[in-house]
Structure formats: C-alpha cells, structure tokens
C-alpha cells in the first residue's frame, strides 16, 4: 500500500490533477450515498452528463437539473474536503507510517490462533 500512496502523491503533482480527501472527522457528507462522475467536454455542443455506476448497472443523467444538482454535491464535496496540499501531506504521513510498520515485522505471538504463544 506504500507504493500505492506514493503513487497517488505522483499524480497530485500534474497539473491537471487534484487530489482531495474527505477525512473521517468531516463526519457525514454528500458524497456517502455512492460515486460517479460529472462529465464536461470541450466541445460546447456536447452536454455535461453525470455517470453513475451501481449495481443496478449503469446510469447516465443529462437533463440540466440532475447536472446542476450533482455540480453543487462535487463543490460540496470539494468544500469539505482537505486542500490539495494538505492531501498530501496526509498521505505522505500515512505512506511513511506504512513503511515503518514493513520495517518492524509483526510478532505471531500478538495473534492468538496464528501460531504464537496463543494457539
């Protein structure tokens, strides 16, 4: 999972990214009910649309009122949501948590039923 962070921490630095996470003691948010996705193109005959994905299956919405209300749940989301910069800093502080409990190798005996002391 280290790398994993690492690689998130890349991709926060292009410039067509940001990287933004909701932390656990924003408490409830709009975003809890499930993902999707607002879609813009360039072309401005093409309309935004909201993709969402669920396992009803798939769900593309493109009537102006669904776009405008998923537009104002994203600036909600982004609104509590941690800055870019210190998104990082969370992460680069719980990739270097990973890595030093990789450096520290788990006792068995701390795991009953896991061959310790305890099985």
Known sequence: MHEQMQH??????????????????????????????????????DPEIIYIDSMAGDLFLEAEADVRRYGAIFDNL???????????????????ELLQQRKWPMRRDCFPGRGGENA
Do not use: Y
């Open 8 to 45: 998130l921490i890349a991709a926060a630095s292009e410039p067509h990214m940001t990287l933004q996470v909701i932390p656990f003691s924003a408490g409830a948010h709009a975003g809890m009910p499930g993902s999707f996705v607002l879609m813009s193109f360039p072309d401005v005959e």
């Open 78 to 96: 982004r609104a509590v949501a941690l800055s870019p910069d210190d998104t990082s800093n969370l992460i680069a502080s719980v990739a270097k």
